[in-house]
């Protein structure tokens, strides 16, 4: 699933211009504040579309969830059916087995079977061969005719019929000994050809049911890294919602800050007013005493700002040396440049006056901090990142070289540097607002 990326407007609109400089009348516009309130409103139509976000990844958490469940409900079924096919194989197995010891049992009596055919078979041989060297049942009448007295020929009709039927019982169960031979033969490789046949369907089960379950449990794999995904997604939006939430808190602080301005501004410049018509009057006063012979004293010029301590827009956030400027470097956008410095604690300073939107953790910035400016009626924002400490906390008003902070090595990052960024208006995840902050120090 693919990860969406979020686009959080973390807008800094602070005139602060007043506290360090002198009071201007191109300064003081109508549409400052109302454009800083419009942008507050815009902070939070974003920061509420952000919520409703939250809203929906949780819901799809949930139905993530709910599917996961169903398979794991799934899977234990599964789990169960092959179990059941691993016991029944062993079953089988055990009947296969008690099967071969019938069949090597059966061999045995087998074996003695066909010792007694084959005694049968010697036995009427030698009678066939008895027969065929006497006469046949020639003999048998001679045995009756040579019978002395009635009751000896009863007695040898007896014995005859006694020799006769023995021999006819010999060929019955000869007969019979041959068919029980050959119908367990048939019944026993039956039964041992139908075990082993269940047996291979079981066996087939078996191989059918876990590929099953490694299908679900591939499934499974990728609903916990779409599940995970989303959790992620979630704290970034989050994240971005806190940020957001910060950054109205500062806009609100910007709007009193520039109602004070200017109303400090219209104070002054009644006062000055005030002041020239007093020097007026004065001067006119004088005039007319001296008969407008001698000279007036100059009006005081007005006292100017220190000036900063760079003559561009922003001051230099840190001394160092930049390795690496604004632009595409190994594959992604790299949104600021980096100032390396190896020496311990130096020191990082606000580029400009502002009011700080978010000091925190990240995990992608290390130790960070968000600076909201109005420079010249234009919004900015600034970013510092990986530093070793942070000095000032969210919601702080800071001064133009202001220290707030110590270079470091915290977030992803690799050797010591600061990583700085100019935003023209608002930070975005996909830095779309970056500018190149070099041609502004």
């Not at 949930?62 to 996961?68: A, H, R, Y």
């Not at 019955?172 to 269940?198: G, I, P, R």
């Not at 230099?316 to 956008?333: E, H, L």
Request: aromatic share 4%.
């Amino acid at each position: 699933m693919k990860k969406q990326i979020l686009s959080l407007a973390i807008v800094s609109t602070l005139s602060l211009g007043s506290l360090l400089s002198p009071l201007s009348a191109d300064q003081v516009t109508a549409n400052s504040i109302t454009e800083m309130q419009k942008e507050k409103d815009e902070l939070k139509n974003q920061r509420s579309g952000i919520n409703a976000e939250i809203g929906q990844k949780k819901s799809q958490i949930g139905v993530l969830q709910n599917e996961q469940q169903k398979l794991n409900d799934q899977i234990k079924k599964l789990d169960f059916a092959v179990s059941d096919a691993e016991q029944k194989i062993e079953a089988k197995n055990a009947e296969i087995a008690q099967t071969t010891e019938e069949i090597e049992t059966l061999k045995v009596e087998i074996a003695e079977l066909m010792e007694r055919i084959e005694k049968r078979n010697e036995l009427l041989k030698d009678k066939a061969r008895s027969f065929q060297e006497n006469g046949g049942t020639v003999n048998y009448i001679d045995v009756l005719l040579g019978a002395q007295s009635f009751s000896d020929f009863v007695d040898r009709v007896s014995a005859v019929t006694t020799i006769v039927q023995a021999d006819k019982d010999i060929l019955e169960q000869h007969k019979k000994d041959k068919q029980d031979l050959e119908t367990k033969q048939q019944q026993v490789e039956a039964k041992l050809n139908s075990l082993k046949d269940m047996k291979k369907d079981l066996e087939v089960l078996k191989v059918q049911l876990n590929n099953q379950i490694k299908e679900k449990n591939k499934l499974m794999s990728t609903l916990k890294h779409e599940e995970e995904q989303m959790h992620a997604e979630t704290i970034e939006m989050a994240e971005a919602a806190e940020v957001l939430a910060a950054q109205e808190a500062a806009m609100a602080q910007a709007i009193a800050l520039e109602k004070k301005r200017q109303a400090e501004i219209a104070a002054e410049k009644a006062r000055q007013a005030e002041l020239a018509r007093q020097r007026a009057a004065a001067a006119a006063a004088a005039n007319k005493s001296s008969g407008g012979g001698g000279s007036s004293t100059p009006a005081p010029e007005p006292v100017s700002a220190e000036p900063p301590a760079s003559s561009g827009m922003l001051q230099m956030p840190a001394n160092g040396r930049i390795t690496s400027g604004i632009g595409q470097r190994w594959g992604t956008f790299h949104a600021g440049i980096d100032i390396a410095n190896k020496a311990a604690n130096v020191p990082i300073v606000a580029a400009a006056d502002g009011v700080v939107i978010r000091s925190y953790y990240s995990s992608s910035y290390g130790n960070a901090i968000f600076i909201a400016h109005s420079i010249n009626g234009q919004t900015y924002t600034t970013v510092y990142a990986h530093m070793s400490n942070r000095s000032v906390s969210s919601g702080q008003v800071v001064s133009r070289g202001q220290r707030i902070g110590t270079m470091g090595n915290t977030g992803q990052s690799y050797g010591q540097h600061l990583h700085f960024e100019l935003h023209k208006g608002s930070w975005n995840a996909s830095k779309s607002n970056a500018i190149n902050p070099m041609p502004h120090f």
